[in-house]
């Protein structure tokens, strides 16, 4: 039985028991709506309890039943039901009660909470609102500031805080949350326990704040219509009856539910939980990392180590001499400190992380890590140096690894002598922040080192995307393929700027050349070159972006790449420099300038990205579409409420 009522009177206790995450399927809501006429119509019963087994309350409707035709009860009515029945209910909340789980407790008179529990109303992050009074019960619980929050930024807030607002009435200790919340219902029979409560409608909540706070909202949301769409639902709540006011949101609930943003978000929301699951990987136990080795101390090879020290990994970094380590060891602290000054880790926890941590230019220091990145210079040549090295200096089953971002992967394993431990785990920048680790599978990899990778991406709270090797493996191929596009599109006749803000418009984070500016010029160009020698001579090629490079103009680290950054700004000007060059370019190849539809620009872009995804799936380089959406939308910006190149591009797996 998914819900069950238990009479111990004057109490009633409901427990829910729907795992995993106890979400409102139709049996759940079915056995609620009994739990309510079985209460009410029991005279011994004063007050109930409702809790859930397993590993947290009720996480939310089941996101899994939305495809389908809704079943009656509708979740509104349940607890509408609940909030109207004449004996108190006390939600007691561990884990996670989320989206309609929240509603539930809000509909419950009561609600009281283990410690580390969390509470929260995050469906815009799948593209709707709170469909069941989430947005006319919390901002009379909370007061319309907070409530707005909660709401249109999707994040949950932990007990004490929720203490703090009032959403829950008391905090139990971590293991009497039962006892504790029965205790509570007794004292709620003589109505002896009263919540005070916000004014309710805020009158400060004037139009004139309500058009602010929905313009930065709106501002905010690039593009996404849920976030809006909760602000106006909140404000509907402050001027409109309770009744219109649930009416209302139900409506734009289920024209939110049934429009394609939701169905991207949703999309999205199972792709994310899908890539690391590689069935041939279901049984092989992954190599335990006690301890792990960076060769490198740059950009990456500093992001990664602050992200494993992050995870609690030791990590023994190895640079090229001790001034180089000396300057890697400043890039990881000055990574910590960054993480301690947010608040996100302790002083005494900073501390020991840095005591985690050590770096020399000593390849002997690498005879205890159970596996090793290299994040040296994007050079074959430097990295087999370095693999030699790693295969004199390291135990014979450490796993050794590779961040190159385009190097041919099998031709570094084949220079080992033990090529079933080497792998490529190519991170994104900056790496203690993206959360996408493409897994390079090598034709030598093994099972074991696989999982590995997979284990080590699960512990560094990562999302593995498995790719096989090609050039790019799969973000950066579909890059390479969109930035043709682009490039062709300039010679043609539109400028970086039209470019970029078409790609802004489109929902992406930032435009092509804007990312180019701020990565570096410099990487594209050496990629260029080095594959120049076999380059398809019929292919078109434009020389807009070598000639900038041949100038020097490398982006933001000098100041001038597609655009014009004046003393230290980020944001870029238009350069009349770059328009000759253009010019110069287009007039060379004969090409009559031409204007671009910012619709065109968007469909040549994702055209490109969707074609090319076809190729890396029918080549195996990918295992799903899914998966390729994954890469794209963590790595690259792509807007989520799109659900990938690939779902927007109507390409969905089998
Ligand atoms: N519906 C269906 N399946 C769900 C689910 C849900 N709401 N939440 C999780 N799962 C599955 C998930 O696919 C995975 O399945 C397994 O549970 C474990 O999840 C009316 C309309 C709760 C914090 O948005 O945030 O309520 O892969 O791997 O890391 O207004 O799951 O094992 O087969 O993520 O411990 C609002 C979504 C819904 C919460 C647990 N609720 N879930 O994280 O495990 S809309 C949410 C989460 C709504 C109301 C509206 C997380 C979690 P499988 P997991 P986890
Ligand atoms: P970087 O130039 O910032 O750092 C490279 C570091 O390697 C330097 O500190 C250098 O001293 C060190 N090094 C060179 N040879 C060495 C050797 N023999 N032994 C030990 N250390 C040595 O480069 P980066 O941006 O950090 O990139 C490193 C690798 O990561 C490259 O393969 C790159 O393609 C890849 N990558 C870069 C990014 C990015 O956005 N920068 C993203 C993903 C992957």
Known sequence: MTVTVSVEAPLAIVQVDNPPVNALSHAVREGLMNAVREIESNDAVKAAVLLCKGRTFIAGADIRE??????EPHLPDVINAIEACSKPWTAAIHGTALGGGCEVALGCHHRVAVPDARLGLPEVNLGLIPGAGGTVRLPRVIGVDAALDMITSGKPVGAQKALEMGLVDALSGNDDLEAFARNHARQTIDSSVASDRPAFPPAEWNDEKWEEAIGAIRKKARGQQSPVEAALAVRDACTLSLEDAQRAERERFVKLRDGDQSKALRHVFFAERQTAKIDELKDIAPLEIKAAGIIGGGTMGAGIAASMLLAGIPVTMVERDDEAADAGKGRVFKTLEASHKRGLISDEKLENLKEAF?????????ADADLVVEAVFEDMAVKKQVFDALEKHCRADAILATNTSYLDVNEIAATAEKPERVIGLHFFSPAHIMKLLEIIRTDTVSAETLATGFALAKRMRKIPVLAGVCDGFIGNRILASYRKQCDYMLEDGASPAEIDSAMRNFGMAMGPFEMQDMAGLDIGWANRKRLAPNRDPNERYVKIADRLCELGRFGQKTGKGWYLYEEGSRKGKPDPDVAAIIDEERAKAGISPRSFTEEEIQNRILQAMTTEGKNILA???????????????????????????????????Q
């Open 358 to 366: 050590t770096a020399s230019s000593d390849y002997a220091s690498l």
């Open 619 to 653: 080549e195996g380089i990918a295992r799903t579409a899914a998966d390729i959406d994954m890469v794209m939308i963590l790595g690259y910006g792509f807007p989520r409420w799109r659900g990938g190149p690939m779902f927007a591009g109507g390409v969905k797996d």
């Open 66 to 71: 939305f495809g389908q035709p809704p079943k």
